[in-house]
């Protein structure tokens, strides 16, 4: 029989980078401390001060730091929160909602170990700069598409372009909005996050 506590440190660990809410963040969170997962998220970084993210963080007494050119005006970004990550011995990055391009410093040091979610079929138009959260669903239902769905994908230098890990599909019912498609997108995104950890953890 294996201990709870040998179990803790076993389990990979994960480091997330968040713009603003961090939803995908507190997904992994309850399925690490849910041992749906063989995880532990030890660091949450953002650019935003004002991230709700940091400050779910701070009540779940989780390290956390802002990283921006406004506090480090001097610093390379990038090798900051690479150094950061590698502080904390990070497994895996997650990046929840983060709004700014990883750059090769990052890339290099954690090379397929940087995984996103883009709320859309990639490779496809609803990929790229801008292509983002509402704006994506906005689109979709804008071109009459029938199919849309999640990709959980590794991150390289370009928006939405690393290899996909694996991807889920949900058909649009007739009278679908983007209200109702952002809100089963979300579902199928929490999904498909748990999905994919479970697959890079085994």
């Not at 690490?32 to 998220?41: E, F, R, W």
């Not at 001097?74 to 929160?81: G, M, T, V």
């Not at 904390?88 to 990046?95: E, G, W």
Request: neutral net charge.
């Amino acid at each position: 029989m294996i201990n709870q506590s040998s179990t803790k440190l076993s389990s990979k660990k994960i480091g997330i980078l968040a713009s603003h809410n961090g939803s995908g963040f507190q997904t992994i969170k309850n399925a690490c401390d849910q041992n749906i997962l063989n995880a532990q998220v030890v660091l949450v970084i953002s650019n935003n001060s004002s991230s709700k993210a940091l400050k779910t963080a701070e009540e779940m007494n989780i390290p956390n730091f802002i990283v921006n050119d406004k506090i480090y005006p001097n610093d390379n970004i990038d090798e900051k929160i690479a150094k950061l990550f590698k502080e904390y011995d990070c497994d895996y990055i997650f990046c929840s909602g983060y709004m700014k391009i990883i750059g090769s410093k990052l890339i290099s040091s954690f090379e397929e170990k940087i995984i996103n979610t883009h709320p859309a079929l990639l490779p496809s138009i609803y990929g790229g700069k801008g292509m983002y959260g509402r704006f994506v669903h906005e689109a979709i239902i804008k071109n009459n598409e029938k199919i849309s769905g999640v990709t959980i994908h590794f991150v390289n230098e370009k928006y939405d372009d690393g290899k996909i890990i694996l991807k889920k599909e949900l058909e649009l019912s007739k009278n679908e909005t983007v209200d109702t498609l952002e809100n089963k997108i979300k579902d199928l995104e929490n999904q498909a996050i748990i999905e994919a950890f479970k697959n890079l953890l085994a």
